[in-house]
């Protein structure tokens, strides 16, 4: 049995349909059933809550491998999932970090990923690290300002991303859990292109059939009140400007060929993604 966390989400979704689609048992943990009523008929649902220890047993019990996505700026959520999995005799975990854990000096935003690969690596339990960069789906923050004024603020100029489909992340994770030869490494994960923020732009307004504009952010303050417009704690607001900040300065883009590599096939292309998803903008 594989248990997905995070199931409802852009990466544990089409994860738990690229395991589905194998044919594997799969089980899904759920704060709210409602969101996972389009999962695949034939995957079980488990109430619970990895902020909440006491409601994980019924999850991880008979869970052989577990695909482990925890969110939030802390690690409690990784202690509480590493802790039920022991309990339960977890064979393999599968953990979802950030590539941004690969930076010299690691940024704010990599400590905390850091920290919860440590717990994950400290547990005893074989397992093997994901890495993904930027997501195409972040693209989708943009849609306020896009469907209101038919723009969208750059904060990263002449910074280049080679953002990824979660779809491929899931592929990856999917493939990971299924066979064997993974355990104990760390797959650091992007997409094929490098693009800046203007490139992406042009590419979506392709997809809508719609003209956009690209505003440069006037400070970095602004930029976050546009991703956060009700405010963001302290931390994340000083990490989110930090990584600004490093993305800004990387005009080539940090590009790895871990996708084609393991799944034998090239990246999903942001246009590829634009098109999915033109609705959203309109």
Known sequence: MILVT????????????ALDAKGAPVRALVRDPARAARL??????VVGDLGEPATLAPAFDGADRVFLLTPGLGSEHTAHAVAAARAAGVRHLVHL???NVLGDPVPAMGRWHHDREEIVRGSGIPFTVLRPGGFMTNALEWADT???GGYVLDPVGPG???PIDPADVADV???VLTEDGHRGEHHALTGGEALTVTEQVALLAAATGRPLAVRPAATPEEAVRARFPDGAPAALAAAITETFALLRADTTGFRTDTVQRL???APRTFADWCARHADAFR
């Open 97 to 99: 970090s950030s590539a």
């Open 6 to 17: 995070g199931a409802t989400g852009n990466v544990g979704r089409a994860l738990v349909r």
């Open 263 to 265: 799944l034998g096939r």
């Open 146 to 148: 896009i469907r209101t």
């Open 40 to 45: 695949p008929a034939r995957v079980e649902r």
């Open 160 to 162: 280049r991303l080679a």
């Open 173 to 175: 994770a999917a493939l």
